[in-house]
């Protein structure tokens, strides 16, 4: 006891307080946040799909887009968005939006698989619209050609999405996300149905066999190997000139103080 | 006597006899050089370019400089059967298809990227420490000419590639000639052959950073060496330390050893930086076309002020007479940096212009010592940093959660309102450091330690400084090493009024301490 | 009470402190035995060097943390030219700090200024000197010179001269006339109406008369940006309402400021930005500069259809596209 009372005036003391503190917040926290949700229940055997999609709606997302999902002065109408735009906006949980901010973020999904399936068809039913599809649907693999699926890239998104998919600054705080991670059927229904500030590229304007090939292109650029050492966020000179002043010069001036200091 | 030393004796003998070498060599071997680490910026800029000069001889034994197009159908698949300039698919073939060609490629882009940061870094040195005083007012001319030719030739060697990003650099650099009055259109059409893009773009600047600008910084940095060593370099005072003397190690072995064991490195460090961190990836930024572009985009970061500064600029155009003025890029884009550089150049001249003083200095001043020089030359960083900062608002902005919007109209008042208070506080804090300087010379070093009077009285013990110490604190007011007031005949009409105001701030410092002064305290510590 | 203030004086060069290796002769053994590892380590560095390059294959990459999938042989290359570098130089620098002479040497600077006699005798040579030239005396000597030199250095830049066209009317047209169809970039193939959604956007090209190939100079000043809105969204005057076609409206990509593609469109705004120096432009009002250091709007493209339904150009741009010129007459935009 009197070594931890003595111990009490050592200067470390304080810190190891203060991490051993922060330490079990973080745990608690951690735990508690861990521990699985409620889960939702549907009774599937008695409805059919989009009518399960349309009591989540009600419940979910009717108090921004409206009783019937005809929008309003917070929310946008989501007749004719097709199942595309719902699968896209609430598979990776941009729906429901957080917080009325600038824009939608990813985020952890609130809906499961499931009740996003039974949302898109509930939507999908208001009024015909791009319908959504599956990764296991998009043959990037055997019909898109990288090549061109790069040319495509650079000439219609990497004006927003940056050179390498990395993502780019819009005005007022909006910004074009990172592609990299993204699955394939949500770049093909982003494309698709223009989400938020995103503009629509239509069959016509980009081939659905031309959309392939920009995903063939993008998984690429994802898995693409570094052939130069650690690729400093592939955003360019930016971070380039930072590790130059501070790794290098700052290596090369230690190196100097080191030749100048008198040995002992 | 050994076979070697034979052989060195004749050869020896073999080049005296027909150069006389010897006497100078004999000269030179012994020379002094001081020694401190800030003097040895100036050699990471050295050996920078060298390091520049031979992965650069390296890169164009492959490297095409032609804008002829061609298809690709080298090893990396993402770009296969894409028509691209010569110059991006030798580039490409460089970096995967020559085994040691992307380090190379790396090792050189890096050790350009430390050329100019050294030259900042030394350039920063120089300036706060008055080594720029006369005589050596020709050698920071030079400098300021190599800093000025170092950005170009660095814009003008990551543009050889002909990639999506550089070739935006080069749009806007045209977009700046072209909207210079009169003549822009013309000195366009005859750097580019034609219209933008051309095919002779390419080649042409291939040339000037190959073959004009490398001979024009050799012959710069080779006076800018002969005249640091027939002057000798500079010192930072200390004691032993006079105007009329060096103090330091000999050339040989000493300095021999410490100088080139640095060249290595230096080029060690680059080489390191070339194995472990990728820099302009191109095959990822795609071939040139002016229809296409990447969000964040920027120049190098040595050009990444004069980004911000265009960025920053407002909307400004006047059109009259059938014709149009941009000054919203000339104002950012030459007007603003002439003004800088045509300052930075001339400050030495300047500064003796308001101190008066037309004596040698040899020894160094503590950046503290005068005030208004640092507080001005931290300003101009400041706002250095601020216009770059603003070069790279859009990808500040991603990361930090910020918009562009706000980072630039933060910027357009940060540049007015930043720097004069930069000013202020830097001299504040010079002063302030001064007056602890001489806190220090009079009362001693504050120990910690306490210590019980007899009288019950509890004192701080104070260790007095060293007679070396005391020295150095205080030989920057010594009669012999203050400037002369200006006569009376400097300060008539309004020029020598200005001259006499700027006079009088510039000379205002913190009485350093005499021995008098120490005498008078007595024995008092407190 | 002096009336002289003392000063402090220079205590002169400071006590010699040796150095371990100096005193110690065990010191200096391990100081040597430092030098010669670190000498030892660079011709590993060269070693491993070398057997990178011949016997690592170019295209295999391992996993390295912060790094990421990495190539082998780059890394191995540099890094062994990395060791075999650094270490002669810590090398070199270790034996001088530790075992050269460490004594501070003083030497004396030397007065600059010549002396009298040798400037006098300067002054005197080159008045003897310059008047035997006579070149003061001889004004018809002096008046030729000048004429010959100054227009000698005239022919540099007269054989300049070539390195391009003069531009003449370069800047006001591009290749865009009544009836030019748009094709799409990169795939070329001409655009109806319906091809487009509200909210979509197209990148798009000229058609070219037959047998032409389009270059990057075309490309340079062709370029355009098709967007559509809904008709109800625009905010334009009569005239440019009628350069619309159905909510479809066309840009010149080209920015006004300094020539980046401008395509960032942002489809809820209907604000183009230019990812440059982030100049923005409002779709609504044609373009019109709403933020940034841009000064003209994007010049807009007066599109409609043809009998095919194909999107075309009904008249070439009024105004010339791209960054400003001195001859450029920006009354209208």
């Known amino acids: ?264 | 006597m050994k076979t070697s030393q034979k052989v060195a004796g004749a050869t020896a003998n073999y080049v005296d006899e027909r150069t006389g070498a010897a006497k100078w060599l004999k000269k030179n071997l012994t020379k002094v050089f001081p020694d401190h680490w800030s003097f040895m910026l100036g050699e990471i800029c050295l050996y920078s370019f060298i390091i520049l000069l031979l992965t650069g001889t390296f890169l164009t034994f492959w490297f095409d400089p032609s804008q002829r197009e061609v298809v690709y159908n080298g090893s990396y698949l993402p770009l296969s059967g894409v028509h691209m300039s010569a110059a991006y698919d030798s580039t490409l073939h460089l970096s995967f298809d020559v085994r040691g060609g992307l380090l190379m490629r790396q090792i050189h882009h890096w050790a350009a990227l430390i050329f100019m940061s050294a030259i900042v870094a030394h350039l920063f040195r120089v300036f706060f420490t008055g080594a720029f005083r006369k005589p050596r007012e020709f050698n920071w001319l030079i400098g300021v000419g190599l800093l000025t030719f170092g950005i170009v030739e660095g814009f003008l060697g990551y543009s050889l590639p002909d990639d999506l990003l550089s070739g935006t650099g080069i749009r806007i650099a045209e977009a700046i000639l072209q909207a210079i009055p009169v003549v822009g259109s013309y000195l366009s059409f005859f750097a580019f052959g034609g219209p933008f893009p051309g095919t002779s773009f390419i080649p042409r600047i291939f040339i000037v950073h190959v073959l004009l600008l490398p001979g024009l910084f050799l012959a710069l940095i080779t006076i800018h060496l002969m005249l640091v060593w027939y002057q000798k370099h500079t010192q930072y005072p200390g004691p032993g330390r006079t105007e009329k003397n060096v103090v330091g190690y000999p050339l040989m072995p000493v300095y021999m050893a410490k100088a080139g064991g640095f060249f290595f490195v230096v080029l060690g460090v680059t080489a390191f930086l070339g194995a472990v961190a990728s820099i302009n990836p191109i095959w990822l930024y795609g071939p040139y076309t002016p229809g296409q572009i990447s969000a964040g985009s920027q120049p190098d970061w040595y050009m990444g002020w004069l980004d911000g500064l265009v960025r920053a600029a407002p909307p400004l155009e006047t059109h009259a007479f059938g014709h149009t003025i941009s000054w919203n890029i000339l104002i950012p884009g030459l007007i603003i940096p002439g003004i800088l550089f045509t300052g930075m150049a001339l400050y030495p001249f300047i500064e003796s212009w308001i101190t008066g003083d037309k004596r040698e200095h040899h020894l160094l001043d503590r950046p503290r010592n005068a005030p208004n020089r640092t507080a001005l030359g931290v300003t101009a960083i400041v706002f250095i940093l601020i216009t770059l900062a603003n070069g790279g608002n859009d990808i500040i902005a991603t990361h930090f959660h910020l918009t562009i919007n706000g980072i630039m109209w933060f910027t357009r008042i940060a540049l007015f309102i930043v720097p004069p208070i930069a000013f202020v506080i830097t001299k504040r804090i010079c002063l302030s450091l001064q007056r602890a300087d001489r806190d220090l010379v009079l009362h001693g070093r504050e120990t910690g330690r306490l210590v019980m009077l007899p009288s019950g009285e509890m004192i701080e013990v104070h260790e007095p400084l060293s007679d070396a110490k005391k020295w150095t604190l205080t030989q920057h007011q010594n009669p012999d090493a203050l400037p002369a007031p200006l006569p009376a005949s400097a300060t008539v009409g309004l020029k020598g009024k200005i001259r006499a105001r700027l006079n009088r701030a510039n000379a205002v410092q913190i009485p350093a301490p005499t021995l008098s002064d120490l005498k008078e305290l007595g024995d008092g510590h407190h | ?333």
């Open chain 3, 1 to 333: 009470m002096s009336n002289q203030v003392e000063r402090f004086q220079d205590p002169g060069l400071p006590e010699h402190v040796h150095r371990n290796a100096d005193v110690d002769p065990k010191a200096a053994k391990r100081a040597e035995q430092q030098v010669a590892i670190l000498f030892l380590l660079s011709a590993v560095g060269t070693v491993l060097t070398i057997v990178s390059y011949i016997k690592v294959p170019k295209d295999k990459f391992f996993y390295l943390p912060i790094m990421g999938s990495t190539n082998v042989q780059q890394l191995l290359l540099g890094l062994g030219l990395t060791a075999s570098t650094l270490f002669i130089g810590l090398g070199a620098i270790q034996w001088a700090k530790k075992l050269m002479p460490d004594q501070e040497v003083i030497a004396e600077r030397h007065e600059f200024r010549s002396e009298e006699v040798d400037r006098a005798e300067l002054v005197e040579t080159f008045k003897e000197r310059g008047a035997a030239a006579g070149l003061g005396r001889r004004s018809l000597i002096k008046r030729t010179l000048g004429l010959a030199l100054g227009l000698v250095g005239l022919s540099p830049l007269l054989l300049l001269r070539d390195t391009g066209p003069q531009p003449k009317k370069y800047f006001n047209t591009t290749d865009w006339a009544a009836g030019t169809r748009l094709l799409l970039d990169p795939a070329g193939t001409p655009i109806k109406a319906s091809d487009l959604e509200v909210g979509a956007v197209a990148q798009v090209l000229p058609e070219l008369p037959a047998g032409t190939e389009r270059t990057l100079e075309n490309t340079g000043k062709d370029a355009v940006l098709l967007i559509r809105l809904r008709p109800e969204d625009f905010n334009l005057d009569a005239e440019r309402l009628s350069w619309t076609h159905e909510g479809i409206i066309a840009f010149s990509k080209i920015c006004t400021h300094m020539g980046c593609a401008v395509a960032l469109y942002e489809q809820q705004t209907h604000h183009l930005l230019c990812p440059c120096h982030q100049s923005t432009f409002d779709v609504t009002r044609a373009a019109k500069v709403i933020f940034g250091p841009a000064a003209r709007p994007l010049p807009q493209l007066a599109i409609t259809v043809d009998a095919n339904g194909y999107l075309v150009a009904k008249q070439p741009f009024t105004v010339p596209v791209g960054p400003s010129f001195w001859e450029r007459n920006s009354s209208n935009g």
């Open chain 1, 1 to 264: 006891m009197k070594r931890l009372s003595s111990f009490r005036r050592n200067r470390i003391a304080g810190p190891i307080l203060v991490v051993a503190a922060l330490f079990t917040i973080g745990s608690a926290f951690a735990v508690a946040s861990a521990l699985p949700s409620a889960q939702k229940t549907v009774d599937s055997g008695t409805s059919t799909l989009v009518s399960q999609g349309k009591e989540i709606f009600l419940r979910g997302c009717s108090s921004c887009h409206g009783l019937h999902a005809e929008g309003g002065s917070i929310a946008p109408s989501l007749i004719g968005v097709g199942s595309a735009s719902v699968d896209f906006q609430v598979g990776t949980g941009r729906m429901p939006m957080a917080d009325m901010s600038q824009q939608a973020m990813q985020k952890k999904p609130v809906y499961n698989a499931q009740e996003t399936a039974a949302l898109a068809a509930y939507i999908a039913s208001l009024a015909p619209g791009p319908a959504s599809v599956t990764n296991e649907s998009l043959t990037y693999e055997r019909d898109g050609n990288t090549a061109l699926g790069g040319q495509l890239f650079r000439t219609n998104c990497a004006m927003c999405h940056n050179f390498a998919g990395q993502g780019g600054a819009l005005t007022n705080g909006k910004y074009a996300p990172s592609l990299m991670g993204v699955e394939p059927k949500y770049i093909y229904e982003a494309m698709v149905t223009g989400p938020q500030s995103m503009p629509k590229f239509t069959d016509a304007t980009i081939t659905p066999q031309e959309k392939l090939s920009i995903i063939k292109w993008l998984q690429a650029a994802d898995h693409e190997q570094n052939q130069g050492g650690a690729s400093l966020g592939r955003v360019g000179p930016v971070t380039e000139g930072l590790l130059g002043w501070v790794l290098g010069l700052g290596l090369l001036i230690g190196a100097a103080v080191w030749l100048a200091m008198k040995a002992k």
